[in-house]
């Protein structure tokens, strides 16, 4: 049989991976916190892990693994796991598989609370160099013999840098580096993460996969391309027969299990019914940013549209290689007679406010929101400048969209 496309998988994916019960057409949601075991022999199998099956809800349970299934056939990886926010999901990772005098490699361009969660790690003695990693160069030149980890964001925000992925990829293979890779920019559908050799992505379900802005939710996959027998971290316990899994393995005990950032199941259905419709909205989503950014791009009150679909946008040419389509993030310098909040002020569907990836086309001045607590210096290294406004483009129609911004430019214009 042909291999079926991107959303019939996803649409069918509850009835193929998992079994919903008695017949029904959607997947219930499983609620139960323990577990009950005829044979308290099986029990017993479950906790030392030499049968599958759930004992505690803060480590698995139904519905956050229906989830995790939809998530790592999405990914073709070897396994995933899920966490309460993307944060969890981050911190989770990275304090369970690093150690105190560790060397990483981090992107410079990083959302503000990941910059903030490495301040933690580097208070814990994990030794960090930021690099631009639009450029494989300052990768080469931050390795240390004893760097164990590149960490980056496919496309990172608000400024819309694009990382050199598959030079990154290819430097950490050779390396025997590992590649963790933030994709919440751009999911499956837009970004084949196996192609540039990441090793494990982690993502905010909390943006496109939820996609309606009323669940929070983060994940971990592994693709299966790292050779986790090359990583020294990884614990006597945690190394099992199946090599494949002894990453996953550790960040589900230490990480998951152990600081407890659970995915609530409730919170796991909500994301998988509204990870059904990623590709309609994404589809959506990129081409009403591509088409708003071309038209902002020469409009007289716009100084800077900062797009990767555009021509101009210094990682162009990689991002076409990278992915299907742009993603859904543009930020803009308007011209310097108009004040950012003023023009916020002025719009009427585009809504103020923090969030990416809904449904809803939202606007943030950057500099003074969630970048304010990184201060002028970090900012500055990001290329983030005091008048930056952050535009995520939703699903409206295109039409209603460029009315909008016609009218707040005209408004202000009087
Ligand atoms: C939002 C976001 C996060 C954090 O996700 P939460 O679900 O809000 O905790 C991490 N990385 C990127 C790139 C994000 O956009």
Redesign the pocket.
């Given at each position: 049989m042909a291999k079926r496309g991107f959303t019939t998988q996803l649409i069918h994916a509850d009835r193929q991976l998992n079994s919903p019960e008695f017949g029904g057409a959607h997947s219930s949601t499983t609620q139960s916190v323990l577990f009950e075991y005829q044979d308290a022999q099986e029990l017993v199998d479950v906790f030392q892990g030499k049968k599958l099956g759930h004992v505690y809800s803060r480590s698995s349970s139904g519905s956050v693994s229906a989830l995790q299934n939809m998530l790592n056939h999405m990914e073709s990886g070897v396994g995933a796991l899920c966490f309460a926010?993307?944060?969890?999901a981050?911190a989770s990772t990275l304090m369970a598989l690093l150690r105190g005098g560790d060397h990483i490699i981090v992107s410079q361009f990083l959302?503000g609370?990941?910059r903030s969660l490495m301040q933690t790690l580097e208070d814990f003695g994990v030794r960090i160099s930021y690099v631009d990693v639009t450029d494989i160069r300052n990768v080469v030149d931050a390795y240390a013999p004893d760097t164990k980890m590149v960490f980056c964001?496919t496309i990172a925000?608000p400024v819309t840098q694009v990382s050199d992925c598959e030079a990154i990829g290819k430097f950490c293979a050779e390396n025997k580096l590992l590649f963790v890779l933030?994709n919440?920019?751009t999911p499956a559908y837009l970004f084949d993460a196996k192609n540039v050799k990441a090793s494990l992505l982690v993502s905010?379900?909390?943006?496109y996969i939820g996609g309606h802005g009323n669940v929070?939710?983060?994940s971990v996959v592994d693709t299966g391309l790292f050779d986790w027998r090359n990583f020294d971290n990884i614990h006597a316990a945690y190394k099992g027969a199946d090599d494949s899994q002894w990453g996953l393995t550790q960040i589900k005990k230490r990480g998951l299990r152990d600081i407890g950032a659970t995915l609530a199941p409730d919170s796991a259905s909500r994301l998988s019914v509204g990870m059904e419709t990623l590709a309609l909205r994404l589809n959506k989503a990129c081409e009403n940013a591509l088409q708003l950014a071309t038209w902002l791009n020469s409009h007289s009150q716009v100084k800077q549209v900062f797009y990767p679909g555009l021509a101009e946008h210094p990682q162009h040419f990689i991002a076409r290689q990278l992915f299907s389509s742009f993603g859904a993030i543009l930020s803009l310098e308007l011209a310097d007679h108009i004040d950012p909040v003023a023009f916020l002020n002025e719009l009427n569907l585009v809504l103020s406010a923090t969030h990416?990836g809904d449904t809803r086309t939202l606007a943030l001045p950057v500099a003074s929101t969630i970048f304010y607590e990184n201060g002028p210096e970090a900012r500055a290294a990001m290329g983030i400048s005091d008048t930056m406004i952050r535009f995520s483009i939703g699903i409206e129609d295109i039409d209603d969209l460029i009315a909008d911004f016609t009218q707040a430019f005209n408004q202000l214009g009087k």
């Open positions: 926010t993307g944060m969890a981050i959302f609370n990941t964001e925000n933030d919440t920019m905010s379900l909390t943006k929070l939710g983060g990416l």
